[in-house]
């Protein structure tokens, strides 16, 4: 980091020093919805000139983690712990929950948050082995390699939809479900193309 002062993005003049705020309070968006996140002794820079502040990477990672509390979301360390307690990989996780293996770093990396109907689905893959089961998870699943879907017999393909229709419902009842998303980078969600069961 070069040392201070820097010069100021607003004003032009070189008063920018480090500084600690006693508190912080910011509305911030998420999922449709403004929130309001306040921190304590949050490290920004600021022009001693015109006041303008700007907020340093460590800065924004709290504000993330003091907004994720507000929600009631899931932390990123607590989703990468609790997939690594089943026993499970980035990549058998993410095709377990039909989501991009790279959203699911992102969740676990904290680079992105994920949606309320997300945390939701996390949740009830965590704590409900049932639904895991349904979804296709294996009692023992260690190196086990997952099948694509193309090879599947008739019955697996009947169960597979089965497990698709019943996440559906399970995601599509919580209260803080939105079909479509307006954040870059999050999938929206769409119901199973075959919602007819056979059998």
């Known amino acids: 980091m070069k040392p201070f002062p820097w010069k100021c993005e607003s004003c032009g003049h070189r008063e920018v020093y480090s500084e600690t705020l006693g508190e912080y309070t910011t509305s911030m968006d998420h999922d449709g919805r403004p929130y309001e996140v306040r921190v304590t002794n949050l490290d920004v820079v600021r022009c001693r000139g015109c ?18 509390e507000v929600v009631g979301l899931m932390r990123p360390e607590e989703i990468r712990t609790r997939r690594e307690r089943l026993g499970l990989t980035q990549k058998e996780m993410a095709h377990y929950l039909q989501v991009a293996e790279g959203t699911l770093s992102r969740w676990e990396t904290g680079a992105q948050i994920q949606q309320r109907c997300m945390d939701k689905l996390l949740l009830g893959f965590f704590e409900v082995e049932e639904f895991r089961r349904l979804l ?16 599947m017999t008739a019955e697996s393909q009947t169960e597979l939809k089965k497990a698709n229709v019943i996440a559906w419902t399970y995601v599509k ?3 803080s479900f939105a079909k479509n998303s307006s954040e870059p980078g999050q999938m929206a969600l769409s119901p199973p193309p075959d919602m007819r069961l056979v059998g």
Do not use: C, E, K, Y
């Open 51 to 68: 006041g303008f502040v700007a907020l340093p990477n460590p800065a924004l990672r709290r504000l993330s983690d003091r907004l994720r």
């Open 136 to 151: 296709g998870v294996p009692s023992q699943h260690g190196a086990q390699v997952i099948p694509p879907i193309t090879g």
């Open 173 to 175: 009842s919580m209260p």
